[in-house]
């Protein structure tokens, strides 16, 4: 009883001030980027910045429940979660609502709730629980077990088609491969492999492509490839990024977003907003941000006091780390666009809701480390 | 404590393979950081460029045209304001679906439109697809514009003539620059779908009238959706012309002529003015300064009665005897004749084998000069054209303005034929037959005229040999400065020819009116002199005048000033196919005359020129 009290006293001070302020400073500029290539769009009901003001509520909401509920209770919940969301995934498939040429979202009254976001917390909270229960010994525990544990809702997601949440599965489930499943050694000969496979693999996977995952990836390799069509995103993306020069246009000041030559400004290509109106020193700014948010999450993964709490850090980690770095380069023109949010910064409620869900766990692990039993 | 130390060394391990984490993140971000910087600063410049052109598109303003007024201030050509449909290429991404749209919209020509796209330039600026919209069609497109990106509704100014039909030769019209126009450095500063002048004083002036384009940047969205205007650079108006012309005497001149055609010049002899200048059949400029269908346009140019013709400057006629003015100084001034030798007149010329016939069977007698011209004899000119011979002829005829220019500020003018030896050499690579002569004398054969030669020659005349150079534009109003520049009239040339014989012409064509072939013109209001004239048209005059076909009657020539005294006004008539000069055209000349008096009697309300409002 008494080490409960005390812990009680620690748990406030392991509430970790400098992450929750970082979240919000990401969360502000998502925000106001929004407003900027928004505001001016009539329609009705809430302007986009606001539902995404409503969104930031119950991801803080969502936040403190992860935050304050166990790890060890919540991974538990694991399992059946997963077949939860494998059957709303799968509902998708029949049901959901389509939008340009996918079906992603389960329409809720006036908004649409996207499975395939929290399907990502979900496989995090999966592959952490398997991995700090399962005995690891030899390659069928390590890696193949775990791997048909992925399978399922990676199809489901590719078929919707996502492939943006596809590829943040594989990410996911390649970090607990690389910090847990493998040996230093079998990493590298996987490397080797891959590498070696890679033409095959590229053949199987440009076979199992939609049309436009092609062009997309056509587009990317040479943007004047068709400028006006499937490139178009790329090339606007690019140039308002560039034009943003050092200090940028300043707010409301970016025409590329403002006239609308970009599109989706306020979601896949917000970061492209916020760097035609801010430039290079709002660009660095805001990575510094993501990287301090990252370093400090790291920390916490490397002083976890158990291995469930490490995993689930390093699960959140690698697949905040994913979406930032894919969806800057995709921006950026480094990567071919494929559909993910910038976390914390586009407009979105479910990738909001579960981003911050993820911090809000992330932030668990950090409090309970000291605490012993449970 | 097994379970402990083995949870531990794995939970070690994982946490040792962090470091991995670690140093890929920097090593991303690193890279994210280094493409961002290149991006941004390293070819900053470039992508600002790119989205400078994303954004703004460069709309053409139409400059206003110049107005045009007559020489009291009437108005003969402005502008109204028109819808204008454009096409930014930029912004259009099907361009078949975008013409099927337009089309079911409002009636357009699908084949038309497409041809307009087509045009090959810059495709930032856009093409003008239609002018002259309906105020319908122009609400349909807007009401339906955000399914039309990149099709833009343009208030412009359009040409229009109050007067209708009046003066449309004067005037001529105003159509799209062609594309081989645009390859004339005179043009360079225009583009497809501007609006220049292709005929009359419309084309003449059009450097002045045309004003300057202006241009405005739009900002546009990626739907080519104008947001706002950036850049302005106004349109400067063109000048405004003050015409010679007298509308009212316009409206008459042609109105004498009604369906027939001909033409009729009026000028004022002291300054070069012209005052009516008529062409029958006309046109109305405001139809051929809008858009024609192909169909419109063969029907115009295939129109047996050639209404395009300017007939006062292009047409070209032989003189018949109003050639004998001309003939009367140059025999004088060379010595030929004196005024009072005479030539006997027994009603033929014997050339050769061939007998030249005078017009009135039995001739006139012994016959002067001044009896020559009064009665038309032919055989007194044929007597001195022989005398002189052809070159002489030429010599003066040229003084005369024959065979050259007026210069007058019209397009085309043509300069009909003074013949001479040389002239046949160079045109016919032959020689001069002595009998051609004989036929000069009394203005057939090779002699050939405008009607505008004619008003200036007996303008000349009438003027005591000074002839001033046709002029239809007396002042420009400059709009940028609001000056009115007045043109001066231009004296062209004075005749070497004595003034007691213009003296003796005058008095002579004088009495042609009172008392010889034209005494049709004689008028109660005024002292007027003139000549008539026939000019053969075929050769075949077999019966009486009504028993021939019309396309084979002779022209009916008129050529007059008046007062007497101190001549304001000359004219010249020329009536196709109406028979002889002083039946036909000497009465239309006497009409013109006589209204001309009316309006410039002091009490006859004049509007006044601006000018002279303007105290300039």
Same mark, same amino acid.
């Given at each position: 009883m008494m080490i409960d009290r005390v812990m009680e006293s620690r748990e406030f001070d392991n509430f970790d001030v400098r992450f929750l302020g970082l979240v919000f400073a990401i969360l502000a500029i998502g925000v106001l980027s929004i407003y900027s290539v928004t505001h001016d769009q009539g329609g009705s009901g809430l302007p986009f910045f606001a539902k995404q003001l409503v969104w930031i509520f119950l991801g803080t909401i969502a936040f403190f429940v992860m935050l304050i509920w166990d790890y060890h209770r919540i991974a538990r919940l694991a399992y059946p979660a997963y077949i939860l969301i494998i059957l709303l995934l799968a509902f998708v498939l029949f049901e959901g609502k389509s939008s340009r040429g996918a079906q992603r979202w389960i329409p809720i009254g006036p908004f649409a709730f996207q499975p395939s976001e929290f399907a990502k917390l979900v496989l995090i909270l999966v592959l952490a629980h398997y991995y700090s229960k399962a005995p690891r010994? *030899?390659? /069928?525990?390590?890696v193949v077990v775990p791997g048909l544990l992925v399978l399922p809702g990676l199809f489901l997601i590719l078929k919707q088609p996502d492939l943006g949440s596809g590829l943040s599965f594989l990410a996911i489930y390649a970090a607990m491969l690389l910090m847990v499943g493998m040996r230093s050694q079998a990493i590298g000969v996987i490397l080797l492999f891959s590498l070696m496979l890679f033409p095959f693999a590229w053949e199987m996977m440009w076979g199992s492509l939609h049309d436009y995952q092609r062009q997309r990836i056509m587009a990317f390799v040479d943007p004047n490839y068709d400028p006006g069509g499937k490139g178009y995103h790329a090339l606007q993306s690019r140039i308002a990024i560039g034009a943003g020069? /050092?200090? *940028?246009? *300043?707010l409301y000041g970016g025409t590329q977003s403002q006239l609308k030559f970009l599109p989706e400004g306020h979601t896949d290509f917000v970061f492209s907003v916020f760097a035609e109106e801010w430039g290079f020193v709002g660009v660095l700014t805001l990575l510094v941000l993501f990287v301090a948010l990252i370093w400090l999450s790291l920390e916490i993964a490397a002083r976890a006091k158990d291995e469930l709490g490490a995993l689930l850090a390093v699960g959140v980690i690698c697949m905040l780390c994913f979406c930032v770095v894919v969806n800057i380069g995709m921006t950026a023109g480094m990567f071919p666009i494929v559909g993910i949010p910038l976390p914390l910064m586009s407009y979105g409620g479910s990738a909001t809701i579960m981003t911050m869900a993820s911090l809000g766990l992330l932030l668990n692990v950090k409090r309970r480390r000291l605490s012993l039993f449970y | 404590m097994a379970l402990v130390s083995s949870l531990e060394s794995d939970l070690g391990e994982l946490q040792r393979r962090l470091v991995i984490l670690r140093v890929g993140l920097l090593l991303v971000v690193a890279l994210l950081g280094l493409r961002l910087w290149h991006l941004q600063i390293r070819e900053g410049p470039y992508y600002r460029d790119l989205s400078e052109n994303n954004r703004t598109r460069s709309v053409i303003l139409e400059p206003a045209r110049g107005l045009i007024y007559d020489r009291h201030g009437v108005l003969l050509a402005n502008n109204v304001p028109s819808f204008s449909l454009y096409v930014s290429l930029e912004d259009v991404k099907d361009r078949d679906a975008l013409v099927d749209q337009l089309t079911q919209l409002i009636g357009l020509d699908p084949a038309l439109v497409r041809k307009k796209l087509a045009v090959r330039g810059a495709k930032q600026i856009p093409r003008k697809v239609k002018d002259r919209l309906t105020l319908r069609e122009a609400t349909l497109i807007e009401s339906h514009r955000l399914d039309l990106p990149g099709v833009m509704i343009q208030v412009e100014s359009q040409r229009n003539y109050p007067n209708g039909a009046t003066a449309g030769h004067v005037l001529g019209y105003v159509g799209e620059v062609s594309a081989e126009q645009l390859e004339k450095p005179e043009f360079a500063e225009l583009h497809q779908g501007s609006i220049v002048g292709q005929y009359g004083i419309e084309k003449f002036y059009d450097r002045a009238v045309r004003g300057k384009a202006g241009q405005k940047s739009v900002e546009v969205d990626a739907l080519g959706h104008e947001k706002r205007t950036v850049v302005v650079d106004q349109p400067q108006a063109g000048d405004d012309l003050y015409l010679t012309i007298d509308a009212r005497l316009q409206k008459v001149a042609e109105d004498l002529l009604g369906q027939e055609s001909g033409a009729i010049v009026a000028m004022d002899p002291t300054s070069g003015d012209i005052l009516a200048m008529a062409s029958r059949p006309g046109f109305d400029p405001n139809v051929l300064s809008r858009e024609l269908t192909g169909k419109q346009w063969i029907e115009i140019v295939q129109d047996e009665g050639r209404p395009l013709n300017n007939r006062a400057s292009q047409g070209q006629y032989p003189p018949g005897s109003t050639f004998k003015v001309m003939m009367a100084a140059a025999a004088l001034e060379s010595k030929t004749v004196s005024p009072s030798s005479s030539v006997h007149c027994n009603g033929g010329y014997q050339f050769g084998r061939r007998l030249y016939r005078d017009w009135k069977a039995g001739g006139h007698g012994a016959v002067d000069l001044r009896k020559a011209i009064v009665h038309s004899c032919d055989v007194y000119f044929y007597t001195v054209g022989q005398r002189m011979g052809i070159d002489t002829m030429a010599f003066f005829g040229r003084q005369f303005g024959l065979g050259e220019e007026t210069g007058v500020e019209l397009p085309s003018e043509r300069v009909g034929i003074m013949p001479s030896t040389e002239w046949k050499q160079k045109a016919k690579n032959e020689q001069w037959l002595p009998g051609e002569t004989i036929s000069a004398s009394i203005g057939q054969g090779y002699v050939t005229v405008t009607p505008l030669q004619m008003a200036s020659l007996i303008g000349t005349v009438a003027n005591d040999g000074v002839t001033f150079r046709p002029r239809l534009v007396r002042s420009i109003m400059d709009r940028e400065t609001g000056q009115l520049q007045e043109l001066p009239a231009v004296e062209k040339r004075k005749l070497h020819i004595k003034p007691e014989y213009l003296k003796v012409i005058q008095e002579a064509l004088a009495d042609v009116v009172t008392e010889g072939t034209a005494t049709k013109a004689k008028s109660t209001l005024v002292t007027i002199a003139g000549k008539t004239g026939t000019a053969q048209t075929a050769a075949l005059r077999t019966g009486p005048e009504k028993d021939i076909p019309k396309k084979f009657r002779d022209h009916a020539w008129f050529v007059a000033f008046a007062p007497v005294d101190h001549p304001k006004i000359a004219v010249a008539v020329l009536a196709e196919h109406m028979g002889h000069g002083g039946s036909a055209a000497a009465p239309l000349a006497k009409d013109l005359i006589e209204t001309y008096v009316k309006f410039n009697t002091? *009490?006859?309300?004049v509007e006044q020129h601006p000018a002279a409002k303007a105290g300039t």
């Open positions: 010994v *030899g390659w /069928l525990q390590r020069e /050092l200090t *940028g246009k *300043g | 002091p *009490g006859a309300s």
